[in-house]
Structures are given as structure tokens and as C-alpha cells.
């Protein structure tokens, strides 16, 4: 049997901002991530993952979600068996996309030069 993780979704009166694409978001959650230093450690945390509609329509686990919050809106009742059921099956499949090294490198060079 499978231990499902935990996920917290973050309230906030304003719509989180997609990450990928920039634009609002539907649905900010944080979801536990086991990234590697720089000696190849984990390094066990939280981080937060966005569903957007632009960037997630394709997504089979993401896209069940997104029609739900088209057609709701938004979360009136966080105990909704319908949304509980299909934001676990999003989560499951979320992840947290592995660091670019090198475009945190390029971005750390921008910040230096005063560029950001």
C-alpha cells in the first residue's frame, strides 16, 4: 500500500501566479520534495505547486481540476467530496519539476550584473 503525501493548499484572496507562464493561476498547494545538494544529499522540504489552466489543460490528473474550477469557480466548501477527490488525484501526480542548474546560474549572473 501506497502512503498518499501531504498537501496543503494555500488560501489566499488573490490567485497565485503560474510560475511557467505568468498568468493567475487557479490553485496553489505545497507538496513535499527530496531535492539534491550540492554533495548529491537529499534535502527534504515543502515547496508549492501551482495548477494553472493554461499549462495544465493536457495534464490527464490536472485537467478533471480545472474543468471543476471552471465550472465552480472557486472553493466555497474545502470539504467537498467532489473536489477532495479529484485535487488527490492531482497531487498525486504533481511534482516538483528538478532544478535547472544551469538557468539558476544564468539568472544568479543576471542579479550580480544588477539585471534583475
Do not use: Y
Amino acid at each position: 500500500m501506497t502512503a498518499q503525501r501531504r498537501v496543503d493548499v494555500v488560501i489566499s484572496d488573490e490567485p497565485p501566479t503560474c510560475p511557467r507562464c505568468a498568468s493567475k493561476g487557479l490553485l496553489l498547494v505545497r507538496v513535499p520534495h527530496d531535492l539534491a545538494n550540492a554533495v548529491g544529499r537529499p534535502v527534504r522540504g515543502r515547496t508549492g505547486i501551482v495548477l494553472c489552466e493554461a499549462c495544465g489543460a493536457a495534464a490527464p490528473h490536472a485537467a478533471p481540476l480545472i474543468t471543476w474550477f471552471r465550472v465552480n469557480g472557486q472553493v466555497a466548501d474545502e470539504t467537498s467530496e467532489e473536489f477532495v477527490r479529484l485535487l488527490v488525484a492531482w497531487a498525486e501526480h504533481a511534482r516538483v519539476p528538478p532544478l535547472d542548474a544551469r538557468a539558476l546560474e544564468d539568472e544568479l549572473a543576471l542579479w550580480r550584473r544588477g539585471e534583475l
